[in-house]
Nanobody, 115 residues
Framework: QVQLVESGGGLVQPGGSLRLSCAAS????????MGWYRQAPGKQREMVAV???????GYADSVKGRFTISRDNTKNSVYLKMNSLKPEDTAVYYC?????????WGQGTQVTVSS
C-alpha cells in the first residue's frame, strides 16, 4: 500500500511560481518512478512530468522549459517547481506512482493561476 500526500498548491498570478511537494509512505521509494498529473475542469487528467529511479525526467510539451520535477529519496518526496505560470495551468495537480500494474494517486492540490 502506498500513500501520497500533496501540498503547495494555491492562487498565483500569471507569470508567478509555485512549488508542489508530494510525500510518499512505504518502503523502497527510491526504486520507483514518480509522476505529476493534472486535471482541469471538464478535461481529462493528463501527465505533466515524470521522474524515474535514476532521475531521468520527462515533460508534457505544454510545460517544457517552465516546470521542473525533482525527487529527494532521503525524504521519500517528489517536487514540481512551476515557473512562468499561465491561466491554462489552472488544475488540480496529482502525485502518482506505480507498483506493478497498480497506479496510486494522492488526493490532489489545487493550483489556480489568475489575476
Amino acid at each position: 500500500q502506498v500513500q501520497l500526500v500533496e501540498s503547495g498548491g494555491g492562487l498565483v498570478q500569471p507569470g508567478g511560481s509555485l512549488r508542489l511537494s508530494c510525500a510518499a509512505s512505504g518502503t523502497s521509494f527510491s526504486i520507483y518512478s514518480m509522476g505529476w498529473y493534472r486535471q482541469a475542469p471538464g478535461k481529462q487528467r493528463e501527465m505533466v512530468a515524470v521522474i524515474t529511479n535514476p532521475g531521468i525526467t520527462g515533460y508534457a510539451d505544454s510545460v517544457k522549459g517552465r516546470f521542473t520535477i525533482s525527487r529527494d529519496n532521503t525524504k521519500n518526496s517528489v517536487y514540481l517547481k512551476m515557473n512562468s505560470l499561465k491561466p491554462e495551468d489552472t488544475a488540480v495537480y496529482y502525485c502518482s506512482t506505480w507498483r506493478g500494474t497498480i497506479q496510486y494517486w494522492g488526493q490532489g492540490t489545487q493550483v489556480t493561476v489568475s489575476s
